[in-house]
């Protein structure tokens, strides 16, 4: 049995502010050299505004979580959906440098927010059999921006726009935002948050719609493990008993970022340039790039539920490992600059598949529904956290040292990555939530 339309048309609202995060989070690869130009920015602050969106994006990731609880995914959704709408309206008829990076901030408070909120609506909308790949597909959408992101700074670019082309490049992502901001008004709220609130009818309606197979055994489930936490609704999520799902949320998050995946997408044109390509073949390459990406995110949706979060990871991080020393001894000895495409596309593709696929289902599975939102936001921040640390710092580092230096630190931090979820990280597929709840946290008490 499939997904119904309900559920389908939910999912694909719910995942369509992944691809505006994607969107947001890589097209400053195309307008980067123009702002560097125009303004006259040093290494470090050519970092910092690739990296003040990503400041903004972990402030959404932390605050996501309490505002989910409270006003619920699909409310708090359409504040972000707003935030990215100001976002591209403002960093396109931005005035100066600080005006941009106000407006870049604010972007990312919409994609921070959305990180931590589009999964967790996802997996509290979908059944157990389906959740991996419908959740997914917030992760496919990601890709799908970063895709779309390339794509449209290569046909700006063709346009010969002169001095304002870096504002049609961030300026058009307010079409899909204003498109995401209209579908959320025609979505319901997740069952779980309206059974958190003694909505039950609602609650099953929702089920219902969403074709779940025994809604009421499914709503009596919810409302078991809600009963089980009603007396520590409101507790913080950083407490000893939620130490393993801190441990996993946290550490996926920060690997994501160790692997250096989106230093290399933030920075694609750089790393091109350094190589040797020009700017229009840099960005055919970027755009080669997006396309491997969106297509092995498909391929890791397809085996989420068959093959497991951990065997994916497992391969993902040896196969990136031995790219990413690929790239560092290629820039090291100056030789075979051809295959820094070959490699790179091949990185991405391992990428994509694993981590890229697995992350944000994750995360959004191994806490209970009390503090689900907030555990996503701690997972999601520590994304964000490693992301704008390396985002910065990266620029300066390729400068004052060795190009190949970044590369062989990713490589070595996703060699340890393999063996923490060899040894650490336990399986998760085919569960359903309340399960996963009593597994990870059942039986540890305080």
């Known amino acids: 049995m499939r997904p119904n339309l309900n559920l389908m048309k939910a999912t694909l609202t719910g995942a369509l502010g992944g691809l505006l995060f994607g969107f947001d989070t890589v097209v400053i690869s195309g307008a980067i050299d123009a702002l560097v130009k ?113 794509t449209s700074n290569y046909a700006i670019r063709l346009l010969h726009l002169g001095a304002a082309e870096w504002r049609w490049q961030v300026g058009i992502a307010a079409i899909p935002a204003t498109a995401f901001l209209v579908l959320l008004f025609f979505i319901p709220r997740s069952p779980r948050w309206s059974a958190s609130r003694n909505r039950i009818d609602e609650a099953l309606a929702v089920l219902k719609l969403m074709g779940e197979q025994d809604p009421e055994g499914e709503l009596a489930d919810i409302r078991e493990a809600l009963a089980q936490e009603h007396a520590t609704a409101h507790e913080p999520v950083f407490r000893w008993k939620y130490r393993y799902p801190l441990f996993l949320a946290i550490s996926i998050g920060a690997f994501n970022q160790l692997a250096g995946i989106n230093v290399i997408l933030y920075y694609l044109n750089n790393i091109f340039a350094s190589a040797g390509f020009s700017q229009i073949s840099s960005d055919q390459q970027a755009i080669a790039i997006g396309a491997t990406n969106f297509v092995f995110a498909m391929v890791g949706m397809s085996l989420i539920d068959k093959a497991g979060r951990k065997t994916l990871l497992l391969i993902g991080a040896a196969g990136t490992a031995t790219c990413l020393a690929g790239v560092s001894w290629l820039f090291k000895t100056h030789s075979h600059p051809g295959a820094l495409v070959w490699l790179l596309v091949t990185y991405i593709a391992f990428f994509s598949m694993s981590q890229g696929a697995v992350i944000w289902v994750y995360i959004g599975e191994v806490f209970p529904t009390s503090v689900r939102s907030k555990g996503q936001g701690a997972g999601s921040a520590s994304h964000w956290i490693f992301n704008a640390a390396i985002a910065l710092e990266f620029p300066v580092v390729a400068q004052t040292m060795h190009t190949e230096t970044p590369f062989i630190f990713f490589a070595v931090m996703t060699v340890i990555q393999f063996f923490v979820v060899l040894f650490v990280y336990p399986e998760t597929k085919g569960q359903t939530l309340e399960a996963l709840q009593r597994k990870l946290i059942g039986a540890e008490g305080d």
């Open 38 to 150: 125009l303004y006259h920015l040093t290494p470090q602050g050519k970092g910092l505004t690739v990296a003040i969106g990503l400041v903004g994006t972990v402030v959404g990731a932390l605050s996501a979580g309490v505002a989910g609880q409270k006003l619920g995914g699909r409310e708090t959704l359409r504040i972000t959906a707003v935030l990215y709408l100001v976002s591209a309206i403002g960093c396109g008829l931005a005035w100066d440098w600080h005006s941009f990076m106000v407006f870049r901030f604010i972007g990312g408070l919409g994609i921070g927010a959305s990180s931590v909120l589009g999964p967790v609506y996802i997996a509290e909308l979908a059944p157990a059999k389906w959740r991996g790949r419908l959740v997914s597909a917030f992760q496919f959408n990601v890709v799908f921006g970063i895709l779309v992101a390339y």
